[in-house]
């Protein structure tokens, strides 16, 4: 009964933070869509608001990379809530441009210290991996669809910023979680992670990292740009935070299907969620300004994009090499991912959508060539 309750714990404690952090990637495009109109921000302003959590985020990877230890991985986990934790309180507090600024990097600072360790220690933590990575991915997709949500049903002198309650609230609900002795100690003695190299299979890893920084390139730049294009139109905070659950909704109900998906089929999921995401980006730029319906179909093709390569993505990269090296893939995986969501929003502009962007739909051939590495390449042992 205690190693039942301890494992819940933890596991309540990491879908916590994960559901922070998911939230707030749920619920920021909006907000940003709500400050461009009330705040008359530009699109340099706008920019850099979303640029600078990515900026902070990936610099935030690095500590991750260098852990070795089980005691390490959960000392940072619990730094980068806390830091994450402290950005929400400044955002929420704060009426300035600058004042965002620094909460957004501070945020992105937190975020990239603790992300990358989720899926590891949920691999490493628990025998049926694909299960609980599928509990992970649910959960905070089911987050993902309340926290807009709060947009118009959260009022008061926060505005904008109302569903940061959430976010602060998940943050420390994890860093209560995470503090107790004998939870650091339950993590210790199950997690294995040695300094010992072994074999890894860089070949195959390399296009399961493209295909990921294509796709959740393509779908980062839909869920800014939908939400941006509609508020510069006649529609209210309720449409902007019913559009913006649409991803969510849909990612959550998928990832719930796929919670028993055999893992011969994730290389096939991975090509499927590219050329989903590549066919929500041709119909967003075909799309009249004022057609609500047709975006949240948009919207919703994102989220089962996003959801068909979630799960499927980070198994495969953990199957190329051995535990001792799931942190440096979780970094390499979360890094791939935001790499690629902040290439797509300064390459391409988000804040009036240029057909120049359908170039970059090439690249799908990356995710054909993982179906064929996923099935050909030699993994470890």
């Known amino acids: 009964m205690t190693r039942l309750t301890s494992d819940r714990r933890i596991l309540h404690g990491i879908l916590s933070a994960a559901s922070a952090y998911t939230a707030d990637i749920s619920v920021f495009p909006i907000v940003l869509a709500a400050l461009f109109r009330d705040m008359n ?16 985020l990936m610099a935030g990877i690095v500590p991750a990379y260098f852990a070795r230890t089980s005691a390490a991985f959960w000392r940072l986990f619990r730094l980068g809530v806390a830091l994450f934790a402290l950005g929400t309180v400044l955002l929420m507090a704060t009426v300035t441009l600058q004042g965002m600024l620094s909460a957004r990097i501070l945020m992105g600072l937190g975020a990239g210290i603790f992300s990358p360790l989720i899926p590891s220690l949920i691999s490493v933590t628990f025998e049926d991996r694909t299960r609980y990575l599928s509990y992970w991915a649910t959960t905070t997709g089911a987050v993902c669809v309340f926290a807009p949500l709060l947009l118009f049903t959260a009022s008061g002198p926060l505005g904008a910023q109302s569903p940061y309650a959430l976010v602060l609230v998940l943050a420390v609900l ?10 650091a100690k339950h993590i210790a003695a199950r997690v294995s992670v040695t300094a010992k190299a072994r074999t890894c299979n860089w070949f195959g890893l390399s296009f399961v990292l493209a295909a990921v920084f294509v796709i959740y390139g393509q779908i980062t730049w839909l869920i800014y740009s939908v939400p941006l294009r509609l508020a510069q139109g006649a529609v209210s905070d309720i449409e902007l935070a019913l559009i913006g659950t649409a991803p969510w909704v849909a990612f959550t109900l998928v990832c ?13 999921c991975l090509l499927f969620s590219g050329l989903l995401a ?18 949240s179909t948009v919207m919703i ?33 979360i890094l791939a991912a935001r790499l690629g969501g ?38 470890p042992a």
């Open 174 to 183: 994890s860093v209560l979680l995470s503090r107790r002795p004998q939870v």
């Open 256 to 268: 719930y299907l796929m919670r028993k998906m055999p893992d011969a089929l994730f290389p096939h």
């Open 301 to 333: 093709g994102s989220g089962i994009a996003m959801a068909v390569a979630n799960v499927p993505s980070t198994a495969i990269a953990f199957s190329y090499v051995d535990p001792s090296r799931m942190g440096l893939v979780s970094c390499l995986d």
């Open 278 to 295: 590549a066919a929500c980006i041709v119909a967003f730029l075909t799309l009249p300004s004022g057609s609500p319906l047709g975006y």
């Open 41 to 56: 921000l530009g699109a340099t302003e706008g920019s850099m608001l979303a640029y600078s959590y990515n900026v902070a």
């Open 342 to 379: 902040a290439f797509y929003l300064y390459q391409f502009s988000w804040v009036v959508p240029e057909a120049t962007i359908l170039w970059s739909l090439g690249p799908l051939l990356l995710a054909l060539a993982v179906v064929f590495a996923g099935s050909s390449a030699k993994r």
